[in-house]
């Protein structure tokens, strides 16, 4: 199959696209990426890539298409609106393009935020008359509601009739989360076109015999949160919780960087919270070891309708670690961790109900803490293999075609 792949980020930022366009190209398929300036997530072009350099390359056999963008710097709005506008206008230019002077069988969307990366792609469906698959990771415009915090009836409504749109061209829906679902038939009827087609566990985090130096951890029981420090990971409840735990010997350390950082170390500061550090941000490579001298791996999201039909993709990193999980979330997230008996969950928002459980769990034997963890384990590999989710992307594919 001839493949176009657009998307919003592509190697070397760390995103599934990366392993759908290596994988498919090593199952023999010729893949192409349309993909912006690498620059997430330190908000500047990645050394090496700018405006005249390495705009067009090839990676594992793949060809990447770079295409121009503002970067996102600090990732404030003053910022994040112009990356949006710049990503969306030079993408669909492009696309304009490749659709006039280049063949594709299929085009499939991989539609982080923001929902315009559709735009090209819906171009290039339309102008050659072949299928497109939109990969939902992120439910727009609940999300941007949620995530920014954006109630303007119109923009919201101009969002909501875009995304429908999008919808409408596209000739499957692949939904990272079963929860997606009800929310996308309210747009219209597309329950036939809804695929369930979730996340993956990355290879680098599958690699337990990565031998990564990492810092050392304090002494106690360690409680690791990993990735992301946004708004939408509810610092300000995980913190209070940390503030009732201070002098128990339960630790809550940070790795990764994000917007919220800064507030949630000046927070530790003023409150003088010695059982909590941030490490900062390492490569995913040095996720494994990082799992392993972890006692319990911590996540968490903020009590909003859109988060209540997430599953976070770092519920699948965490339990391939064989360690087990404390979530503070509603909804499906929550019913994943408790389907696969893979750790705890309370109620999002809910900082006292956190520390009360994470005082219980800190008691536990480690016996049982293994037990919970190998639950994930065994739940992670019937699940979120990418071996399996490849063999259903491509099944999509070729259906979608031969449809």
Known sequence: MKILLVTSHFHPENFKANDMAFELAA????????????????????????????????????????????PRRNGSAKWLIPNYFTHTLFSSLRGLWLGLRRRFDVVLVHETSPVMIGIP?????????????????????????????????????????????????????????KGFRKSINRMGDYDRRIEYFPNWVDAALADSGNRVDIPNFPEG?????????????????????AKELKGEGINLIFVGDGRK????????????????????????????????????????LKDEPIFKLTVPAKLQAYMSAGKPVIAMMNGEGADVVREAECGWSVEAENSHALAEQLRKIAALPESELRRYGNNGKRYCEENYTLGKCMDHLEELLKNSIGG
């Open 27 to 70: 199952r023999g398929h010729a893949v192409t990426v349309l993909a912006p300036i690498p620059d997430y997530p330190q908000g500047r072009y990645y050394d090496g890539y700018g405006i005249f350099k390495r705009r067009h390359e090839k990676i594992n056999g793949v060809e990447v298409i770079r295409t121009l963008v503002t």
């Open 121 to 177: 792609g819906m171009i290039v469906k339309r102008l050659q008359k072949i299928p497109m698959l939109f990969w939902v990771l992120d439910l727009w415009p609940e999300s941007v509601s949620a995530a920014s915090g954006i109630k303007n009836k119109w923009i919201i409504g101009a969002l909501g009739r875009l995304t429908n749109k999008l919808y409408r061209h596209s000739d499957r829906i692949l939904i990272s989360s």
């Open 221 to 241: 029981f360690n409680v690791l949160f990993a990735g992301n420090i946004g708004d939408a990971q509810d610092m300000p409840h995980i913190l209070e919780a």
């Open 261 to 300: 950082r800064p507030w949630a170390e000046e927070y530790v500061r003023e409150h003088g919270l010695d059982n909590v550090c941030f490490l900062g941000r390492f490569p995913l490579e040095a996720m494994p070891r990082f799992f392993e001298k972890a006692d319990l791996l911590l996540l968490a």
